[in-house]
Protein backbone atom coordinates (compact mmCIF):
# COMPACT_ATOMS: atom_id res chain seq x y z
CA UNK A 1 0.00 0.00 0.00
CA UNK A 2 1.18 3.11 -1.10
CA UNK A 3 1.43 5.35 2.20
CA UNK A 4 3.70 7.83 4.25
CA UNK A 5 4.68 6.89 7.59
CA UNK A 6 2.32 9.00 10.35
CA UNK A 7 6.61 10.03 11.53
CA UNK A 8 7.09 12.07 7.99
CA UNK A 9 3.20 13.40 7.99
CA UNK A 10 3.84 15.22 11.75
CA UNK A 11 7.14 16.55 11.08
CA UNK A 12 7.53 17.40 7.21
CA UNK A 13 6.93 20.73 6.94
CA UNK A 14 6.87 20.57 3.20
CA UNK A 15 4.04 18.09 3.58
CA UNK A 16 1.47 20.78 4.34
CA UNK A 17 -0.88 21.17 2.09
CA UNK A 18 -0.52 17.96 0.33
CA UNK A 19 -2.73 15.32 -0.17
CA UNK A 20 -1.38 12.00 1.80
CA UNK A 21 -2.16 8.57 2.61
CA UNK A 22 -1.72 6.60 6.24
CA UNK A 23 -2.45 3.76 7.50
CA UNK A 24 -2.66 2.93 11.86
CA UNK A 25 -4.53 2.11 14.77
CA UNK A 26 -7.44 4.08 15.71
CA UNK A 27 -6.73 5.47 19.79
CA UNK A 28 -8.92 7.44 20.47
CA UNK A 29 -12.20 8.83 18.86
CA UNK A 30 -14.48 12.39 19.81
CA UNK A 31 -17.75 13.37 18.31
CA UNK A 32 -19.31 16.79 18.06
CA UNK A 33 -22.09 17.83 15.89
CA UNK A 34 -20.71 18.99 12.93
CA UNK A 35 -17.20 17.15 13.57
CA UNK A 36 -15.95 14.09 14.96
CA UNK A 37 -11.99 13.21 15.71
CA UNK A 38 -9.84 10.19 15.64
CA UNK A 39 -5.98 9.72 16.83
CA UNK A 40 -4.19 7.61 14.54
CA UNK A 41 -1.00 5.56 15.93
CA UNK A 42 1.19 3.34 13.55
CA UNK A 43 4.25 3.16 15.85
CA UNK A 44 6.38 5.28 13.52
CA UNK A 45 6.20 8.17 15.74
CA UNK A 46 5.35 8.67 19.68
CA UNK A 47 3.07 11.05 18.39
CA UNK A 48 -0.72 10.31 17.34
CA UNK A 49 -1.61 12.12 14.48
CA UNK A 50 -5.24 13.44 14.79
CA UNK A 51 -7.42 12.92 11.72
CA UNK A 52 -10.52 15.37 11.29
CA UNK A 53 -13.69 14.41 9.84
CA UNK A 54 -15.85 16.99 8.73
CA UNK A 55 -19.18 15.60 8.60
CA UNK A 56 -20.96 17.42 6.28
CA UNK A 57 -18.84 16.26 3.83
CA UNK A 58 -17.94 12.62 4.75
CA UNK A 59 -19.89 9.61 6.25
CA UNK A 60 -17.64 8.11 9.04
CA UNK A 61 -18.51 4.38 9.21
CA UNK A 62 -18.83 3.42 12.63
CA UNK A 63 -16.29 0.42 12.12
CA UNK A 64 -13.83 2.64 11.54
CA UNK A 65 -14.51 4.66 14.72
CA UNK A 66 -13.66 1.71 17.34
CA UNK A 67 -10.84 1.30 19.42
CA UNK A 68 -8.33 -0.88 18.41
CA UNK A 69 -9.35 -0.32 14.22
CA UNK A 70 -7.25 -0.34 11.69
CA UNK A 71 -8.14 2.09 9.04
CA UNK A 72 -6.62 3.87 5.88
CA UNK A 73 -7.17 7.25 5.32
CA UNK A 74 -6.39 9.91 2.31
CA UNK A 75 -7.36 13.40 2.79
CA UNK A 76 -4.71 17.06 3.15
CA UNK A 77 -2.07 17.59 5.59
CA UNK A 78 -2.58 20.71 7.77
CA UNK A 79 -1.39 22.93 10.35
CA UNK A 80 -2.75 21.48 13.54
CA UNK A 81 -5.30 24.03 15.80
CA UNK A 82 -3.08 23.73 18.62
CA UNK A 83 0.55 23.43 18.93
CA UNK A 84 3.53 23.21 16.42
CA UNK A 85 2.20 19.89 14.63
CA UNK A 86 0.22 18.81 11.72
CA UNK A 87 -3.19 17.01 11.32
CA UNK A 88 -5.06 15.45 8.59
CA UNK A 89 -8.44 16.60 7.20
CA UNK A 90 -10.05 13.32 6.01
CA UNK A 91 -11.46 12.91 2.68
CA UNK A 92 -11.76 9.26 2.25
CA UNK A 93 -11.25 6.68 5.37
CA UNK A 94 -11.20 2.49 4.60
CA UNK A 95 -11.47 0.24 7.26
CA UNK A 96 -8.85 -2.31 6.75
CA UNK A 97 -9.91 -4.70 9.80
CA UNK A 98 -12.37 -4.16 12.56
CA UNK A 99 -11.77 -4.05 16.18
CA UNK A 100 -14.22 -5.73 18.93
CA UNK A 101 -14.85 -4.42 22.11
CA UNK A 102 -13.80 -7.08 23.80
CA UNK A 103 -10.12 -5.39 22.62
CA UNK A 104 -8.48 -5.51 25.74
CA UNK A 105 -6.29 -2.25 25.60
CA UNK A 106 -8.61 0.57 26.18
CA UNK A 107 -8.55 3.84 26.79
CA UNK A 108 -8.30 3.70 30.62
CA UNK A 109 -4.80 3.15 31.82
CA UNK A 110 -3.88 -0.23 32.59
CA UNK A 111 -1.58 -2.28 34.48
CA UNK A 112 1.97 -3.23 33.16
CA UNK A 113 1.49 -6.34 34.96
CA UNK A 114 -1.67 -6.97 33.29
CA UNK A 115 -0.22 -6.19 29.65
CA UNK A 116 2.44 -8.90 30.51
CA UNK A 117 -0.21 -11.09 29.84
CA UNK A 118 -0.98 -9.99 26.61
CA UNK A 119 2.24 -9.79 25.32
CA UNK A 120 1.21 -9.80 21.94
CA UNK A 121 -1.28 -6.50 21.86
CA UNK A 122 0.47 -4.58 24.77
CA UNK A 123 3.35 -3.30 22.36
CA UNK A 124 0.10 -0.92 20.65
CA UNK A 125 0.31 1.30 23.79
CA UNK A 126 2.15 4.26 24.41
CA UNK A 127 4.44 2.96 27.11
CA UNK A 128 5.56 0.48 24.39
CA UNK A 129 5.91 1.97 21.59
CA UNK A 130 8.50 4.47 23.51
CA UNK A 131 10.19 1.72 25.17
CA UNK A 132 11.16 -0.03 22.26
CA UNK A 133 11.64 2.74 19.76
CA UNK A 134 14.53 3.49 22.38
CA UNK A 135 15.54 -0.12 22.56
CA UNK A 136 15.91 0.14 18.59
CA UNK A 137 17.49 3.53 18.91
CA UNK A 138 20.32 2.51 21.63
CA UNK A 139 21.15 -0.94 20.13
CA UNK A 140 21.79 1.35 16.51
CA UNK A 141 23.56 3.78 18.58
CA UNK A 142 25.81 0.57 20.33
CA UNK A 143 26.62 -0.54 16.90
CA UNK A 144 27.79 2.58 15.78
CA UNK A 145 29.73 3.39 18.70
CA UNK A 146 31.90 -0.06 17.97
CA UNK A 147 31.96 0.84 14.16
CA UNK A 148 33.29 4.63 14.57
CA UNK A 149 35.75 2.96 16.49
CA UNK A 150 37.20 0.32 14.13
CA UNK A 151 36.12 -2.89 16.33
CA UNK A 152 35.16 -6.05 14.35
CA UNK A 153 31.32 -7.24 14.94
CA UNK A 154 31.59 -10.76 15.24
CA UNK A 155 29.12 -13.44 16.09
CA UNK A 156 30.00 -16.04 18.21
CA UNK A 157 28.17 -19.55 18.46
CA UNK A 158 24.59 -19.91 20.63
CA UNK A 159 25.21 -23.24 20.46
CA UNK A 160 28.45 -24.67 22.75
CA UNK A 161 30.21 -27.34 24.39
CA UNK A 162 32.03 -24.97 27.00
CA UNK A 163 30.49 -23.14 29.82
CA UNK A 164 32.18 -19.44 29.94
CA UNK A 165 30.67 -18.63 33.58
CA UNK A 166 30.84 -21.65 35.95
CA UNK A 167 28.72 -24.23 35.80
CA UNK A 168 24.84 -24.92 37.00
CA UNK A 169 23.60 -22.41 34.43
CA UNK A 170 23.93 -23.57 31.14
CA UNK A 171 20.18 -24.67 29.28
CA UNK A 172 20.93 -27.63 27.88
CA UNK A 173 21.02 -28.47 24.21
CA UNK A 174 19.95 -32.19 23.19
CA UNK A 175 17.98 -34.61 20.45
CA UNK A 176 17.45 -37.14 23.24
CA UNK A 177 13.25 -37.94 24.09
CA UNK A 178 11.95 -38.14 27.59
CA UNK A 179 12.65 -41.77 27.96
CA UNK A 180 16.43 -41.96 26.84
CA UNK A 181 18.31 -44.09 28.79
CA UNK A 182 22.50 -44.48 29.12
CA UNK A 183 24.65 -45.88 31.92
CA UNK A 184 26.31 -43.05 32.76
CA UNK A 185 26.03 -39.04 31.69
CA UNK A 186 29.16 -39.60 29.32
CA UNK A 187 27.27 -42.14 28.00
CA UNK A 188 23.94 -40.55 27.55
CA UNK A 189 25.81 -37.45 25.27
CA UNK A 190 28.01 -39.77 23.37
CA UNK A 191 24.60 -41.10 21.47
CA UNK A 192 23.51 -37.27 21.38
CA UNK A 193 23.55 -34.65 18.70
CA UNK A 194 27.19 -33.83 18.62
CA UNK A 195 28.31 -36.61 20.70
CA UNK A 196 29.03 -34.72 23.64
CA UNK A 197 27.26 -32.67 26.12
CA UNK A 198 26.37 -29.16 24.64
CA UNK A 199 24.30 -26.38 25.65
CA UNK A 200 22.87 -22.86 25.03
CA UNK A 201 25.99 -19.98 25.59
CA UNK A 202 25.57 -17.90 28.92
CA UNK A 203 28.16 -15.49 26.97
CA UNK A 204 30.45 -15.01 23.74
CA UNK A 205 33.59 -13.91 25.72
CA UNK A 206 35.31 -17.18 25.20
CA UNK A 207 35.01 -16.82 21.48
CA UNK A 208 35.19 -12.94 21.85
CA UNK A 209 38.55 -13.75 23.06
CA UNK A 210 39.57 -15.58 20.18
CA UNK A 211 38.91 -13.08 17.67
CA UNK A 212 40.36 -10.36 19.87
CA UNK A 213 43.58 -12.20 19.84
CA UNK A 214 43.51 -12.05 15.93
CA UNK A 215 41.76 -8.90 14.90
CA UNK A 216 42.69 -6.33 18.20
CA UNK A 217 39.02 -5.01 19.31
CA UNK A 218 35.84 -7.07 18.54
CA UNK A 219 32.58 -6.90 19.25
CA UNK A 220 29.57 -9.03 20.04
CA UNK A 221 25.67 -8.54 20.18
CA UNK A 222 23.66 -11.16 20.28
CA UNK A 223 21.54 -13.43 22.48
CA UNK A 224 23.06 -15.28 25.87
CA UNK A 225 20.87 -17.54 27.97
CA UNK A 226 21.33 -18.19 31.72
CA UNK A 227 19.37 -21.47 33.72
CA UNK A 228 19.39 -19.60 36.60
CA UNK A 229 16.23 -20.14 39.21
CA UNK A 230 16.41 -16.30 39.69
CA UNK A 231 12.69 -14.57 39.41
CA UNK A 232 13.36 -11.08 39.85
CA UNK A 233 12.82 -8.16 38.30
CA UNK A 234 15.97 -8.13 36.74
CA UNK A 235 16.90 -11.50 35.38
CA UNK A 236 15.71 -13.18 32.13
CA UNK A 237 16.46 -16.69 31.22
CA UNK A 238 17.25 -15.21 27.27
CA UNK A 239 18.99 -11.57 27.43
CA UNK A 240 20.99 -9.90 25.03
CA UNK A 241 24.61 -9.18 25.67
CA UNK A 242 27.00 -6.88 24.38
CA UNK A 243 30.19 -8.21 25.00
CA UNK A 244 33.25 -5.81 23.57
CA UNK A 245 37.07 -7.88 23.84
CA UNK A 246 40.18 -5.76 22.98
CA UNK A 247 43.77 -7.09 23.21
CA UNK A 248 46.18 -4.76 25.02
CA UNK A 249 43.72 -3.81 27.25
CA UNK A 250 44.34 -4.39 30.64
CA UNK A 251 41.43 -3.34 33.21
CA UNK A 252 41.53 0.30 33.91
CA UNK A 253 41.67 0.97 29.78
CA UNK A 254 38.59 -1.22 29.24
CA UNK A 255 36.87 0.81 31.91
CA UNK A 256 37.24 4.20 30.38
CA UNK A 257 35.83 2.29 27.10
CA UNK A 258 32.73 1.08 29.23
CA UNK A 259 32.28 4.38 30.05
CA UNK A 260 32.72 6.21 26.82
CA UNK A 261 30.25 3.85 25.30
CA UNK A 262 27.68 4.08 27.56
CA UNK A 263 27.76 7.34 27.55
CA UNK A 264 28.07 7.82 23.93
CA UNK A 265 24.33 5.54 23.93
CA UNK A 266 23.17 7.58 26.43
CA UNK A 267 23.74 10.69 24.69
CA UNK A 268 22.12 8.99 21.40
CA UNK A 269 18.80 8.06 23.12
CA UNK A 270 18.45 11.43 24.43
CA UNK A 271 19.01 13.30 21.42
CA UNK A 272 16.93 10.99 19.29
CA UNK A 273 13.92 10.01 21.34
CA UNK A 274 12.92 13.45 22.98
CA UNK A 275 9.28 12.43 22.52
CA UNK A 276 10.09 9.53 24.82
CA UNK A 277 12.48 10.44 27.23
CA UNK A 278 9.65 13.22 27.95
CA UNK A 279 7.07 10.25 28.36
CA UNK A 280 9.31 8.28 30.70
CA UNK A 281 10.02 11.38 33.00
CA UNK A 282 6.75 12.19 33.47
CA UNK A 283 5.42 9.02 33.75
CA UNK A 284 7.94 6.40 35.02
CA UNK A 285 11.03 7.47 36.80
CA UNK A 286 10.62 11.85 37.87
CA UNK A 287 13.96 13.26 37.01
CA UNK A 288 14.84 10.39 34.56
CA UNK A 289 16.53 13.12 32.40
CA UNK A 290 18.28 14.95 34.39
CA UNK A 291 19.57 11.63 36.31
CA UNK A 292 20.94 10.82 32.74
CA UNK A 293 22.14 14.30 32.11
CA UNK A 294 24.50 14.07 35.10
CA UNK A 295 26.03 10.36 33.97
CA UNK A 296 27.07 11.83 30.87
CA UNK A 297 28.53 15.03 32.07
CA UNK A 298 30.67 13.26 35.15
CA UNK A 299 32.71 10.98 35.96
CA UNK A 300 31.55 7.56 36.75
CA UNK A 301 32.66 6.62 40.24
CA UNK A 302 35.36 4.07 41.36
CA UNK A 303 35.79 1.88 44.48
CA UNK A 304 37.96 -1.16 45.36
CA UNK A 305 35.72 -4.15 46.78
CA UNK A 306 37.80 -4.10 49.76
CA UNK A 307 36.65 -0.67 50.45
CA UNK A 308 33.50 -1.00 49.79
CA UNK A 309 32.94 -4.04 52.39
CA UNK A 310 34.58 -1.62 54.91
CA UNK A 311 31.74 1.04 54.15
CA UNK A 312 28.73 -1.48 54.59
CA UNK A 313 30.19 -2.72 57.40
CA UNK A 314 30.18 0.87 58.86
CA UNK A 315 26.75 1.69 56.86
CA UNK A 316 23.71 2.80 59.05
CA UNK A 317 21.72 0.74 57.24
CA UNK A 318 19.66 -3.25 58.08
CA UNK A 319 21.19 -5.06 55.38
CA UNK A 320 19.01 -9.03 54.63
CA UNK A 321 22.52 -10.21 54.20
CA UNK A 322 26.23 -9.55 56.39
CA UNK A 323 28.79 -8.65 54.60
CA UNK A 324 32.01 -9.72 55.45
CA UNK A 325 35.35 -9.88 53.06
CA UNK A 326 35.33 -12.82 50.52
CA UNK A 327 31.44 -12.23 50.10
CA UNK A 328 29.09 -11.43 46.95
CA UNK A 329 27.41 -8.05 47.09
CA UNK A 330 24.15 -8.64 46.74
CA UNK A 331 21.47 -6.10 45.25
CA UNK A 332 20.96 -4.79 48.67
CA UNK A 333 24.52 -3.71 49.08
CA UNK A 334 25.16 -2.41 45.08
CA UNK A 335 21.87 -0.16 45.45
CA UNK A 336 22.94 0.99 49.12
CA UNK A 337 26.85 1.90 46.98
CA UNK A 338 25.10 3.39 43.82
CA UNK A 339 22.05 4.82 45.93
CA UNK A 340 22.88 5.99 48.94
CA UNK A 341 26.71 6.42 48.77
CA UNK A 342 27.97 7.91 45.43
CA UNK A 343 24.45 8.22 43.71
CA UNK A 344 25.90 7.67 40.20
CA UNK A 345 27.11 4.68 38.51
CA UNK A 346 29.76 2.57 40.17
CA UNK A 347 33.02 0.72 39.50
CA UNK A 348 33.56 -1.85 41.97
CA UNK A 349 36.91 -2.89 41.59
CA UNK A 350 39.22 -5.69 42.38
CA UNK A 351 36.61 -8.53 43.91
CA UNK A 352 38.30 -11.73 45.65
CA UNK A 353 38.81 -14.08 43.55
CA UNK A 354 36.80 -16.96 44.68
CA UNK A 355 33.83 -15.33 44.48
CA UNK A 356 34.81 -14.91 40.67
CA UNK A 357 34.92 -16.42 37.41
CA UNK A 358 38.45 -18.64 36.21
CA UNK A 359 39.18 -16.32 33.20
CA UNK A 360 40.04 -13.00 35.55
CA UNK A 361 43.34 -12.17 36.02
CA UNK A 362 45.06 -12.74 39.18
CA UNK A 363 46.28 -9.92 40.98
CA UNK A 364 49.70 -9.92 42.62
CA UNK A 365 47.96 -9.80 46.11
CA UNK A 366 47.04 -13.51 45.37
CA UNK A 367 43.58 -13.07 46.26
CA UNK A 368 41.78 -10.45 44.25
CA UNK A 369 41.37 -10.36 40.50
CA UNK A 370 41.51 -7.62 38.20
CA UNK A 371 37.67 -7.35 37.70
CA UNK A 372 34.31 -5.08 38.06
CA UNK A 373 30.96 -4.68 38.21
CA UNK A 374 29.65 -1.76 36.95
CA UNK A 375 26.87 -0.43 39.43
CA UNK A 376 24.08 1.49 38.25
CA UNK A 377 21.35 3.30 40.46
CA UNK A 378 17.87 1.65 40.84
CA UNK A 379 19.26 -1.67 39.26
CA UNK A 380 22.50 -2.89 40.50
CA UNK A 381 24.93 -4.79 37.95
CA UNK A 382 24.59 -3.80 34.42
CA UNK A 383 28.20 -4.73 33.35
CA UNK A 384 30.45 -7.12 34.36
CA UNK A 385 34.14 -6.78 33.37
CA UNK A 386 37.61 -8.01 33.96
CA UNK A 387 41.10 -8.56 32.29
CA UNK A 388 41.75 -11.56 31.53
CA UNK A 389 44.59 -14.02 32.79
CA UNK A 390 46.83 -13.88 29.90
CA UNK A 391 49.45 -16.39 31.83
CA UNK A 392 49.32 -20.10 30.57
CA UNK A 393 49.79 -21.37 34.42
CA UNK A 394 48.11 -19.14 36.33
CA UNK A 395 45.13 -19.79 34.16
CA UNK A 396 45.76 -23.76 34.86
CA UNK A 397 46.09 -23.48 38.19
CA UNK A 398 42.89 -21.29 38.57
CA UNK A 399 40.73 -23.78 36.44
CA UNK A 400 42.27 -26.62 38.35
CA UNK A 401 41.43 -25.59 41.78
CA UNK A 402 37.84 -25.78 39.89
CA UNK A 403 37.65 -28.75 38.83
CA UNK A 404 37.34 -28.04 35.35
CA UNK A 405 37.76 -30.46 32.43
CA UNK A 406 40.62 -28.80 30.88
CA UNK A 407 40.14 -31.01 27.61
CA UNK A 408 37.18 -28.96 26.66
CA UNK A 409 39.09 -25.49 26.69
CA UNK A 410 42.39 -26.30 24.34
CA UNK A 411 41.33 -23.67 21.93
CA UNK A 412 41.13 -21.00 25.34
CA UNK A 413 44.37 -21.99 26.25
CA UNK A 414 46.64 -22.22 22.79
CA UNK A 415 45.69 -18.30 22.98
CA UNK A 416 47.82 -18.24 26.04
CA UNK A 417 50.47 -20.39 24.40
CA UNK A 418 50.90 -18.43 21.03
CA UNK A 419 51.91 -14.87 21.37
CA UNK A 420 49.55 -14.50 24.30
CA UNK A 421 48.58 -10.57 25.06
CA UNK A 422 46.82 -9.02 28.07
CA UNK A 423 43.60 -8.34 27.27
CA UNK A 424 39.86 -6.95 28.75
CA UNK A 425 36.50 -7.38 28.06
CA UNK A 426 32.95 -7.10 29.52
CA UNK A 427 29.72 -7.56 29.25
CA UNK A 428 26.29 -5.35 29.22
CA UNK A 429 23.05 -6.63 29.85
CA UNK A 430 21.20 -4.77 27.49
CA UNK A 431 17.59 -5.15 28.81
CA UNK A 432 18.92 -4.14 31.93
CA UNK A 433 20.63 -0.55 30.05
CA UNK A 434 16.84 -0.65 28.43
CA UNK A 435 15.71 -0.52 32.07
CA UNK A 436 18.25 2.13 33.34
CA UNK A 437 17.97 4.40 30.50
CA UNK A 438 13.87 4.40 30.17
CA UNK A 439 13.32 3.96 34.14
CA UNK A 440 11.38 0.66 33.79
CA UNK A 441 11.69 -1.37 36.52
CA UNK A 442 10.78 -4.57 35.22
CA UNK A 443 13.02 -6.53 32.72
CA UNK A 444 9.55 -7.96 31.48
CA UNK A 445 8.23 -4.60 30.11
CA UNK A 446 11.39 -3.94 28.03
CA UNK A 447 11.60 -7.20 26.08
CA UNK A 448 9.33 -8.41 23.27
CA UNK A 449 8.85 -12.10 24.67
CA UNK A 450 10.63 -12.43 28.05
CA UNK A 451 11.48 -15.83 29.04
CA UNK A 452 11.82 -16.22 32.67
CA UNK A 453 10.95 -19.19 35.19
CA UNK A 454 7.72 -20.65 34.47
CA UNK A 455 7.46 -18.05 31.37
CA UNK A 456 7.18 -18.79 27.75
CA UNK A 457 4.23 -16.80 26.75
O1 LIG B 1 28.46 -10.62 34.78
P1 LIG B 1 28.21 -11.58 33.66
O2 LIG B 1 27.79 -12.95 34.01
O3 LIG B 1 29.54 -11.57 32.80
C1 LIG B 1 29.79 -12.35 31.72
O4 LIG B 1 29.01 -13.13 31.19
C2 LIG B 1 31.13 -12.10 31.11
N1 LIG B 1 31.50 -13.28 30.33
C3 LIG B 1 31.04 -10.86 30.25
C4 LIG B 1 32.33 -10.52 29.57
O5 LIG B 1 33.28 -10.16 30.24
N2 LIG B 1 32.39 -10.61 28.27
O6 LIG B 1 27.11 -10.97 32.70
C5 LIG B 1 27.30 -9.70 32.11
C6 LIG B 1 26.03 -8.85 32.20
C7 LIG B 1 25.57 -8.58 33.62
O7 LIG B 1 26.26 -7.50 34.20
C8 LIG B 1 24.09 -8.28 33.40
O8 LIG B 1 23.91 -6.94 32.96
C9 LIG B 1 23.74 -9.20 32.25
O9 LIG B 1 24.94 -9.55 31.60
N3 LIG B 1 23.07 -10.42 32.75
C10 LIG B 1 21.75 -10.62 32.71
N4 LIG B 1 20.74 -9.85 32.24
C11 LIG B 1 19.49 -10.36 32.33
N5 LIG B 1 19.19 -11.57 32.84
C12 LIG B 1 20.17 -12.38 33.33
N6 LIG B 1 19.87 -13.57 33.81
C13 LIG B 1 21.52 -11.90 33.26
N7 LIG B 1 22.72 -12.42 33.62
C14 LIG B 1 23.64 -11.50 33.29
MG1 LIG C 1 28.30 -10.50 36.79
Known amino acids: MKHLDIYDVLNDKSLLGKKVTVCGWVRTFRDSAQVAFLELADGTSFARL??????SKLTLDPECAKNGASVCVKGEVVKAFKGEGAELNAEEITLLGKCPPEYPIQ??????????????????????????????????????????????????????????????????????????????????????????????????????????????????????????????????????????????????????????????????????????MNFFDSFMEKGLKEKLHNVVNSKFGVIDYTDAVEMLKKANAQFVYPVEWGCDLQTEHEKYLTEVVFKKPLFVINYPKQIKSFYMKQNADGKTVAATDLLVPGIGEIIGCSEREADLEKLVSAMKARGMDMQSYKQYLDLRVFGSVPHSGFGLGFERFVMYVTGMENIRDVTLFPRSVNNIM
Open 107 to 276: KKRTTLEFLRGIPHLRLRTNTFTAVFRVRSVAAQAIHRYFHEHRYYYVNTPIITASDCEGAGEMFRVTTHGYQAKASSEAEYYKNDFFGQKAGLSVSGQLEGEVAATAFSKIYTFGPSFRAENSNTTRHLAEFWHIEPEVAFAELPDIMEIAEDMLKYVIKAVMDECPDE
Open 50 to 55: QIVVDK
